[in-house]
Structures are given as C-alpha cells and as structure tokens.
C-alpha cells in the first residue's frame, strides 16, 4: 500500500519562497510520473507540477516560472521548491501520481502566504 507523507509547508510573506517535501512508501517514484496538487478553501483540488519518469516537467501557467518539481530516487522523495510566492498559492499541498492518482492522499502540508 502506498503511503504519501508531505512536509515542508508553513506561513511565509509575499514574495517568500518555501520547499515541499513528499516521502513516498510502497513504490518507486522514479517509474511513475508524479504531481504536486493544492487545494484551497471553497475550491477545487488542482495540479501545480507534475514529472514525468523520463524526467519532463509541466507547470500550470499560474505557477510556471516559480516552482520547480524534482524527485530524488535514491530516498524515494518527491519534492517542489516554490518561490515569489503570493496570497494565491495559499492551499493545502498535496502529492501523488500523475497523471493516475493512487487511491490514497497523504494529509497535506499547509502553505499559508501573507500579503
């Protein structure tokens, strides 16, 4: 059974940057594409960065130029490094696989942006 565990998440001023971390049990992370996801209050959960097994990254426009995803093989860690932050990205940050998300959802690490 695959366990997702995030962390890294926290309260930063606009502009701050943050690093997203995403312990991954149960399966190599390097023969899957992975995602980073966020949800924010009252809205819908959405895909923020996503890596494919060969390495090929995507970004929404909304965050493109600003977050980067990454993945360590070795320590089976997913991770997303996050800068020029604003009050949008506040959400909870959440990872699984991409673009078929496994049935279990760790419980989030929260990033909140003040202005």
């Known amino acids: 059974q695959v366990q997702l565990v995030e962390s890294g998440g926290g309260l930063v001023q606009t502009g701050g940057s943050l690093r997203l971390s995403c312990a991954v049990s149960?399966?190599?992370?390097?023969?899957?594409?992975m995602g980073w996801y966020r949800q924010a209050p009252t809205k819908q959960r959405e895909l923020v960065a996503a890596i494919s097994p060969t390495g090929v990254d995507k970004y929404p426009s909304a965050v493109k130029g600003r977050f980067t995803i990454s993945r360590d093989g070795a320590t089976n860690t997913l991770y997303l490094q996050m800068s020029s932050l604003s009050p949008e990205d506040t959400a909870v940050y959440y990872c699984?696989?991409?673009?078929?998300?496994?049935?279990?959802w760790g419980q989030g690490t929260q990033v909140t942006v003040s202005s």
């Open positions: 699984n696989r991409f673009p078929t998300e496994w049935d279990a």
């Open positions: 149960g399966s190599m992370i390097s023969t899957h594409g």
